[in-house]
């Protein structure tokens, strides 16, 4: 049999069994400690009596991730994968351990800074190796494979984190993803190869543009660790102004860490815009639903991970719906996404303040399928759009770009939430005006992503080739 026509069983082997389970533990690592600690985090910081920093934590760990994730090349470059993994696994245990014993607010969210630098280093290691570790009949069996355990993080993560938090506290609940941690440790020294000097894409490029937006990140969600603080809100346009100077900076240099047109005008430009401003909003609920639904429902920690985890399920569906699509029909149902997203937004609202617990499901459900039907979409415009020799570093582009949007998000959602009492206004059980200004500012952003929708164009020169569906539980 020819390794062009390797079946899925082929990941067994003995050839290859190790380097699956290696690249799968390290995926679900990151995938099941995000997912199954989702309804833990606000539990943890109400009994560490701070409750309105939990938005730094979301952003800090956001940050870190893209920083991961921007330093993962440079590292394997230096040390090797092997090294490069370890490492990162290390750091991800002291994360999970500071987070688990963490004595204050501020340590727990240095514990997640850990554990995002540490994720994006694995994440984008696991990714990048996949080509190396197997032959080419089987990559796309690879990735199979990892949206399979991103689907089961799904599934598993809020039932291990939710039973763990309402039986033994919020405390063990930050330990469950630990299996799959030393899995991950076991199995590297065994499967990823001794190799120096490795040059990936991204691996040669000056990071000072990236070191500049990621500095312009942390101003802007500087804001949501000084709530009641109005002169915090300098840090919006201060970040604001940082990013640009990053992205003209470094669209002059020959050597340029963005693709070109990204925030521009054109197609690139347009799409890089819909992939950061639907997390922005969407940010709103990642940080804040489980929080709002645990105090107005008295819900089990169970239940309300699987409320939270609606939205990844409702991603996965529609995008495996919208990836079955024709080129054409995919076209037009992007134009939807961000519609869907508003509704989302305006239903959830809507059954927070009346107290129609379907109704906020459904408007999480809602924004899962908005992201379905634009992820894969907009990600082919932009890649018709993109030159062949940009095209690698266009394509590991727009994971950071949809990341950065969370954390921007997280920043910023803590600031409003802060400014307009979400917090204790929740404690006294009249939230209703918070609320309605935090998912109507989301409702804002998705509609400003719409708006952004409507400029996009297909490039009919470069063919409207089918592309195969993402991984739709990120």
């Given at each position: 049999?020819?390794?062009?026509?390797?079946?899925?069983?082929?990941?067994l082997?003995?050839q290859?069994?190790?380097?699956?389970?290696?690249?799968?533990?390290?995926i679900?690592m990151?995938?099941?400690?995000?997912?199954?600690?989702a309804?833990?985090?606000p539990?943890?910081?109400?009994d560490?009596?701070?409750?309105w920093?939990?938005p730094?934590?979301?952003?800090?760990?956001?940050?870190?991730?893209i920083?991961?994730?921007?330093?993962?090349?440079?590292?394997?470059?230096?040390?090797?994968?092997?090294?490069?993994?370890?490492?990162?696994?290390s750091?991800?245990?002291?994360?999970v351990l500071?987070?688990?014993?963490?004595?204050?607010?501020e340590v727990?969210a240095?514990?997640?800074a850990?554990?995002?630098i540490?994720?994006?280093?694995?994440v984008a290691?696991?990714?990048?190796?996949?080509?190396?570790?197997?032959?080419?009949?089987?990559?796309?069996?690879?990735?199979?494979?990892?949206?399979?355990?991103?689907?089961?993080?799904?599934?598993?993560?809020p039932?291990?984190?939710?039973?763990?938090?309402?039986?033994?506290?919020?405390?063990?609940?930050m330990?469950?993803?630990?299996?799959?941690?030393?899995?991950?440790?076991?199995?590297?020294?065994r499967?990823?190869?001794?190799?120096?000097?490795?040059?990936?894409?991204?691996?040669?490029?000056s990071?000072?543009?990236?070191?500049?937006?990621?500095?312009?990140a942390?101003?802007?969600?500087?804001?949501?660790?000084?709530?009641?603080?109005?002169l915090?809100?300098?840090?919006l346009?201060?970040?604001?102004?940082?990013?640009?100077?990053?992205?003209?900076?470094?669209?002059?240099?020959?050597?340029?860490?963005f693709?070109?047109?990204?925030?521009?005008?054109?197609?690139v430009?347009?799409?890089?815009w819909?992939?950061?401003?639907?997390?922005?909003?969407?940010?709103?609920?990642?940080?804040?639903?489980a929080?709002a639904i645990?105090?107005?429902?008295?819900?089990?920690?169970?239940w309300?991970?699987w409320?939270?985890?609606?939205?990844?399920?409702?991603?996965?569906f529609?995008?495996?719906?919208?990836?079955?699509?024709?080129?054409?029909?995919?076209?037009?149902v992007l134009?939807?996404g961000?519609?869907?997203?508003?509704?989302?937004?305006?239903?959830?609202?809507?059954?927070?303040?009346?107290?129609?617990?379907?109704?906020?499901?459904?408007?999480?459900s809602?924004?899962?399928?908005?992201?379905?039907?634009v992820?894969?979409?907009?990600?082919?415009?932009?890649?018709?759009?993109t030159?062949?020799?940009?095209?690698?570093?266009?394509?590991?582009?727009?994971?950071?770009?949809h990341?950065?949007?969370?954390?921007?998000?997280?920043?910023l959602?803590?600031?409003?939430?802060?400014?307009?009492?979400?917090?204790?206004?929740?404690?006294?059980?009249?939230?209703?005006?918070?609320?309605?200004?935090?998912?109507?500012?989301?409702?804002?952003v998705?509609?400003?992503?719409?708006c952004?929708?409507?400029?996009?164009?297909?490039?009919r020169?470069?063919?409207?080739?089918?592309?195969?569906?993402?991984?739709?539980?990120?």
């Amino acid at each position: 049999m020819t390794t062009d026509a390797l079946p899925a069983r082929a990941l067994l082997a003995p050839q290859y069994r190790g380097a699956t389970l290696t690249v799968s533990a390290g995926i679900a690592m990151h995938a099941f400690n995000d997912l199954s600690i989702a309804a833990s985090i606000p539990i943890a910081y109400e009994d560490l009596g701070r409750l309105w920093l939990m938005p730094w934590a979301y952003a800090l760990f956001y940050i870190g991730v893209i920083a991961g994730g921007l330093i993962s090349a440079r590292l394997r470059g230096r040390f090797g994968a092997r090294t490069t993994a370890l490492a990162g696994a290390s750091c991800f245990l002291f994360g999970v351990l500071l987070c688990c014993l963490a004595p204050t607010a501020e340590v727990f969210a240095f514990g997640r800074a850990l554990q995002g630098i540490s994720d994006g280093v694995i994440v984008a290691l696991c990714y990048g190796l996949i080509p190396t570790l197997f032959p080419k009949g089987l990559v796309s069996r690879v990735f199979s494979a990892e949206a399979t355990v991103w689907a089961i993080a799904a599934v598993l993560g809020p039932l291990a984190g939710g039973y763990a938090t309402e039986h033994l506290g919020w405390r063990a609940a930050m330990l469950v993803c630990l299996p799959l941690a030393l899995v991950f440790l076991a199995t590297v020294p065994r499967s990823l190869p001794r190799e120096r000097g490795h040059v990936g894409p991204g691996a040669t490029a000056s990071l000072a543009p990236a070191a500049l937006c990621l500095l312009g990140a942390v101003f802007l969600a500087g804001p949501s660790a000084l709530p009641d603080r109005p002169l915090a809100a300098l840090g919006l346009p201060l970040g604001l102004a940082l990013v640009t100077w990053a992205l003209v900076s470094d669209s002059r240099r020959a050597d340029r860490f963005f693709p070109p047109n990204a925030f521009g005008r054109g197609t690139v430009g347009r799409g890089t815009w819909v992939l950061l401003l639907m997390p922005v909003a969407q940010s709103v609920s990642s940080v804040f639903l489980a929080a709002a639904i645990g105090h107005t429902w008295s819900l089990s920690p169970v239940w309300i991970g699987w409320i939270v985890v609606a939205m990844a399920l409702s991603w996965s569906f529609s995008a495996m719906w919208v990836g079955g699509l024709s080129a054409t029909l995919r076209w037009r149902v992007l134009r939807f996404g961000p519609l869907a997203q508003v509704l989302g937004a305006l239903l959830i609202a809507y059954g927070l303040t009346q107290g129609f617990l379907p109704v906020v499901v459904l408007g999480h459900s809602l924004s899962g399928l908005a992201f379905g039907m634009v992820w894969g979409p907009c990600n082919q415009a932009i890649m018709e759009a993109t030159s062949q020799e940009e095209a690698a570093r266009t394509s590991s582009f727009m994971p950071t770009v949809h990341t950065a949007g969370y954390a921007v998000g997280a920043g910023l959602g803590g600031w409003v939430a802060g400014v307009s009492g979400l917090f204790p206004a929740l404690r006294a059980g009249d939230a209703s005006g918070p609320i309605w200004t935090l998912w109507g500012a989301a409702a804002l952003v998705a509609l400003l992503a719409l708006c952004a929708t409507l400029g996009l164009r297909p490039d009919r020169t470069a063919g409207t080739a089918d592309l195969a569906a993402p991984d739709a539980a990120m």
